[in-house]
């Protein structure tokens, strides 16, 4: 079946500018997470949703980030004003009840 | 100290060999373990989730769990040079899904 898709794939933006990150979870899979990974660095947790609300956000570094997923199953990942510091790879992960996250193939953003 | 902690490596064996691959956690209350490998320039694959103690095998993979010294391993049988990749190892607090907090993986070179 198919797997979590992501959108884009590359985003290069301004500093300063807003972006969307979207995420399409496998088919039925209820928990949708968000991580950014840097070079030489594992996953850093953002956000998870369990169904439509956010069930843990711990991991959002700021109020310039933010996360919705209105319907239970795409979720999109915002960033305000965005910083050069903020350029990484986005990763958007689902899972099926206490199974592992499984990746989608991430966003690359990088903020010139 | 980091909650999850790898040795960064580079960890390099010959083909045919066996590669150990080793992972400390901080927190007593986490209950799931996963191991991912990352291919350079693309995202984690989840190779082997184990969720209690001992040994447990897929084809030519090992995991290793032991939670009294809060320890996991993975264990690649037959390294081959397609194993060359960073391993991540991650760990969650409890079984339902939730955050998973990342190592910053091990690099493995399998040189034929």
């Known amino acids: 079946g198919a797997g979590v898709s992501q959108t884009p794939s590359n985003k290069v933006t301004e500093k300063g500018k807003y972006v969307e990150l979207r995420c399409d979870p496998i088919?039925?899979?209820?928990?949708l997470y968000w991580y950014r990974q840097s070079l030489g660095q594992g996953p850093e947790f953002l956000i998870y949703?369990?169904?439509?609300?956010?069930?843990?956000d711990s991991g959002l570094p700021n109020d310039r980030f933010f996360a919705v997923r209105p319907e239970g199953s795409v979720s999109t990942l915002k960033i305000q004003r965005t910083e050069r510091g903020d350029s990484a790879v986005y990763l958007c992960?689902?899972?099926?009840?206490?199974?592992?996250?499984?990746f989608g193939p991430g966003t690359r953003l990088t903020v010139l | 100290q980091k909650e999850v902690e790898q040795n960064s490596g580079p960890l390099s064996v010959p083909e045919g060999a066996i590669a150990s691959l080793n992972c400390t956690y901080s927190?007593?209350?986490?209950?799931?373990f996963f191991w991912y490998r990352q291919y350079s320039g693309k995202s984690p694959e989840l190779i082997m989730s184990?969720?209690?103690?001992g040994d447990k095998e897929d084809g030519r993979f090992t995991a290793q769990l032991n939670k009294a010294s809060q320890y996991v391993s993975l264990l690649i049988r037959d390294s081959q040079p397609s194993d060359s990749a960073t391993y991540l190892c991650?760990?969650?607090?409890?079984?339902?899904?939730?955050?998973?907090?990342f190592g910053d993986g091990t690099t493995l070179t399998v040189k034929p």
């Open positions: 992960a689902s899972s099926a009840g206490t199974a592992a996250p499984l």
């Open positions: 927190d007593r209350g986490s209950q799931s």
């Open positions: 088919s039925g899979h209820t928990a």
């Open positions: 184990i969720y209690s103690n």
């Open positions: 949703f369990q169904g439509t609300g956010a069930a843990d």
């Open positions: 991650a760990v969650k607090i409890g079984t339902n899904a939730g955050k998973s907090t």
